[in-house]
């Protein structure tokens, strides 16, 4: 048997912020060491809103250096773009033809995101759950490292494998697609706004003060954690409902500095936020430095950045291209010959 596999993706819209990196990216460098680890950049998902087209593929390639930025390492691990291996495209009309209209009208993130776009909203929009799906069936994932929010799209990605392919079209010794699991890390799995702690920090804020990108400036992280939301009472603890703000601010202490929950919440129990907010900009920016550092030096070296994302073009296609022809047998369409 060969290592489990696992498949995750964020999308190149705008710049990739703390929570993407505690959430997400961080937790796919150390599943590197003991996964089969497939990770995309999903621009097909990042056009579900409107886009612009000036930017697409500058955000998509910047996106991808940033992975490889955060550690991880194509000898690795598989490193593509979504859009370049049509069997995304492909495996999505399938499961669309398949995925009943009601599993998809009650996704929260469908009925935010909708809200947002007023009488605009796409079908893509409503569609981007099972796009999802795709991508994770297509590589046979047996792991979807993902922050809570998405973990319904991954139940849903995994009643469409079971009861609307595998139940259908599959027998009792063949499965036709792999069923995933989710895999959520809790600590970091949720990183909240820097200017509300109820609301989780998001690329979408339309206030920048809300979230530290990888790639702001020392000064600007500085400014940022500087202006962000407190409350009046001294002393810093975790798990303190009334305190969200303070909770979240903590956590990242924790998190960036290295030190861990147990050691800041003695460190910080009684300090106030003119001590506390200068020593967690100095962790941040402590933090981010080395990401930052190779970033530039992936952007300067194009050619071989491109390279890399072709070389993760063709094996992420000899995988996904052997799902699609096996789902299409399963289904009974006529074979190419
Ligand atoms: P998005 O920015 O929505 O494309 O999300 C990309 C990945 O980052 C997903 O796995 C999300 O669950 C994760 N993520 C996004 N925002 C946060 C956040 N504030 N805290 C933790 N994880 C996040
Ligand atoms: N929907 C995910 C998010 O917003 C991004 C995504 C697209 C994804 N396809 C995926 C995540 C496949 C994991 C696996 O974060």
């Known amino acids: 048997m060969g290592l489990p596999r696992v498949l995750s993706g964020v999308q190149p819209t705008g710049a990739l912020h703390l929570g993407n990196w505690l959430g997400a990216i961080r937790n796919w460098v150390d599943l590197q060491k003991d996964h089969d680890t497939f990770f995309c950049v999903v621009d097909l998902h990042a056009i579900t809103v409107p886009h612009d087209p000036d930017r697409l593929a500058r955000d998509t390639l910047s996106t991808a250096a940033l992975y490889l930025a955060c550690g991880l390492d194509p000898e ?76 319904q799209h991954l139940e849903l990605a995994r009643d469409i494998a079971q009861q609307r392919i595998n139940a259908r079209f599959g027998n009792a010794e063949t499965s036709v697609l792999k069923v995933p699991k989710p895999l959520i890390l809790k600590e970091g799995a949720r990183v909240m706004s820097l200017t509300d702690g109820r609301s989780k920090m998001s690329k979408s804020d339309p206030n920048e003060g809300s979230r530290i990108t990888l790639l702001d400036p020392p000064e600007l992280i500085a400014k940022k954690i500087k202006r962000a939301k407190t409350d009046p009472e001294r002393g810093l603890e975790f798990d303190n409902a009334d305190r969200p703000e303070t909770d979240n601010l903590l956590g990242l202490y924790a998190i960036l500095s290295g030190k861990g929950r147990d050691a800041v919440a003695r460190e910080c129990s009684e300090m106030g936020w003119g001590q506390f907010k200068p020593l967690l900009a100095e962790a941040t920016i402590a933090a981010l430095e080395p990401i930052q550092e190779r970033y530039r030096l992936l952007m300067d070296d194009r050619a071989q950045l491109e390279m890399v994302l072709q070389q993760g073009r063709q094996r992420a296609s000899s995988v996904a291209d052997s799902t699609v022809r096996r789902t299409r047998e399963a289904m009974g369409f006529l074979g190419a010959s």
């Open 76 to 151: 690795r691990s598989t490193v593509f773009v979504q859009s370049q291996v049509v069997a995304h495209s492909e495996l999505c009309w399938l499961l669309n033809c398949v995925t009943p209209l009601n599993w998809l009208e009650r996704m929260i993130q469908f009925k935010e995101k909708a809200v947002k776009q007023g009488d605009n909203v796409s079908v893509g929009l409503l569609d981007y759950p099972v796009l999802m799906a795709a991508d994770i069936l297509l590589y046979d994932a047996d792991l979807v490292p993902v922050g809570e929010d998405q973990k």
